[in-house]
């Protein structure tokens, strides 16, 4: 079974740091693109940042450059999202997506294959 699964959600202090873990079953990273995005209540779902696994480049949204950071671990079929500084309007849903045809425009990812169920992120001011 096809699965990506999210950790590191939590309750966190304005000014803190969370590191978010999206690890994959059924399928390994190699070759795809994988993403972090958010959704808060009442907005719209929103791309954070972004990774091409066979360059490891990575991508970020306006909201998240110079704060997070995305990575993967390739012998551990993770990728992660480490997050400082964060601010109360970081409180939201994240969820990671993988595709192998997956492209990026500024940090999001589009046509992905599979999506995980989320992790809340919420940031206390």
């Known amino acids: 079974e096809v699965q990506l699964v999210e950790f590191g959600g939590g309750l966190v202090q304005a000014g803190g740091s969370l590191r978010l873990s999206c690890t994959a079953s059924g399928f390994a990273f190699d070759g795809y693109a994988i993403g972090w995005f958010r959704q808060a209540p009442g907005k719209e779902r929103e791309g954070v940042a972004s990774i091409t696994d066979y360059d490891k480049r990575t991508y970020y949204a306006d909201s998240a450059k110079g704060r997070f950071t995305i990575s993967s671990d390739n012998a551990k079929n993770t990728v992660y999202l480490q997050m400082h500084n964060l601010r109360p309007e970081d409180t939201a849903v994240y969820y990671c997506?993988?595709?192998?045809?997956?492209?990026?425009?500024?940090?999001?990812?589009?046509?992905?294959?599979?999506r995980g169920q989320g992790t809340q992120v919420t940031v206390s001011s």
């Open positions: 997506a993988a595709g192998v045809n997956a492209y990026i425009i500024s940090g999001t990812l589009y046509d992905y294959d599979y």
